[in-house]
């Protein structure tokens, strides 16, 4: 067996990966989100179309509406009512859906990641069971070990 | 706008860094999950929990320095017994819906049985939450 990070090491590379994915996304980490967009493309993707559709429509209606303020009362209006004169397009394309494929390339990459710490380790092969402990579990649902974890679940969630 | 490669570029990296750093703490190994659940070992409890703290923290600090926009995440019925549920899910397996498939990476073939019952659970929670719960979730942001 290969050694895993210490306690601490672990909390730093979970926390600060939990942040990295916010920092590089915009979004917060959800694994399960990503299942979902997988899972339901065809109607995610239709979604997400209409999605910016109706924001394109916003944002060109926002824009309009700038316009025809900074015509009517000049730029100066714009800076009092304190509006941004840039266009409200680029604000919302910055919140754009982010498509199916990429959540798929996500889970994908989990496997790869999975893969080369394997390789990297030494600890890649087939196997046919989880673990000697996970065989002993699953293969005999009246030993104790499973009702204690069952009874326990509660109390750790 | 970030171009549509950039997008999968940064994902693909993501997924990638996500898959290692679980292997390393030792999220993917049923055995490590099975101490930290019956509490033989505590080191990948204090890992999650020193994860979630440090992430809390700077995300607190960003937010009421409206750095980030803080998000809202509400509270529904379904918050707990769903808890109980994915926990429960994860005993079995040995894996939350990220796990399994670095636990297939690693040549652990159960791990397709997990992922089957991930993907059935989305689409079963999908029909189920809109025919009868209609629960505000806030999920994800994604």
Not at chain 1, 28 to 38: F, H, I, Y
Not at chain 1, 41 to 64: I, T
Not at chain 1, 71 to 82: I, P, Q
Not at chain 1, 118 to 132: E, R
């Amino acid at each position: 067996m290969h050694g895993y990070l210490n306690w601490w090491l672990g909390g730093i590379s979970l926390g600060m990966f939990t942040i990295l994915f916010r920092i590089l996304t915009g979004r917060t980490l959800g694994v399960s989100g990503s299942w979902r967009k997988v899972a339901f493309w065809r109607q995610e993707s239709a979604s997400d179309k209409a999605f910016q559709a109706v924001n394109q429509d916003q944002a060109g209606a926002a824009d309009a509406l700038l316009a025809a303020t900074m015509a009517e009362f000049g730029e100066g209006a714009v800076d009092e009512l304190g509006m941004e004169p840039e266009p409200q397009a680029k604000k919302v394309a910055a919140r754009q859906p982010i498509p199916w494929t990429a959540h798929l390339v996500f889970l994908l990459s989990l496997v790869l990641g999975g893969f080369l710490w394997a390789v990297y380790t030494g600890d890649l092969h087939i196997s046919y069971q989880l673990s000697a402990i996970h065989h002993k579990i699953s293969g005999s649902f009246g030993d104790m070990s499973f009702m204690m974890l069952a009874v326990a679940l509660p109390v750790t969630v | 706008m970030k171009s549509n490669l950039s997008i999968h570029l940064v994902y693909a990296l993501l997924g990638l860094l996500m898959g290692i750093i679980l292997s390393a703490i030792g999220f993917a190994d049923y055995d490590q999950l099975f101490k930290m659940f019956t509490f033989a070992d505590t080191r990948m409890l204090y890992a999650f929990a020193g994860g979630v703290g440090i992430a809390a923290a700077v995300f607190g600090v960003l937010s009421v320095t409206k750095v980030i926009p803080r998000e809202r995440k509400p509270y529904h019925p379904g918050t707990v017994l769903g808890s109980i549920m994915f926990g429960y899910g994860w005993v079995m397996c040995g894996a939350c819906p990220g796990v399994a498939l670095i636990q297939l990476g690693q040549g652990r073939l159960p791990a397709v049985m997990t992922l089957i019952g991930i993907y059935l659970g989305v689409r079963t929670y999908r029909f189920l939450h809109e025919r009868y719960f209609q629960w505000d979730t806030g999920a994800c942001g994604i």
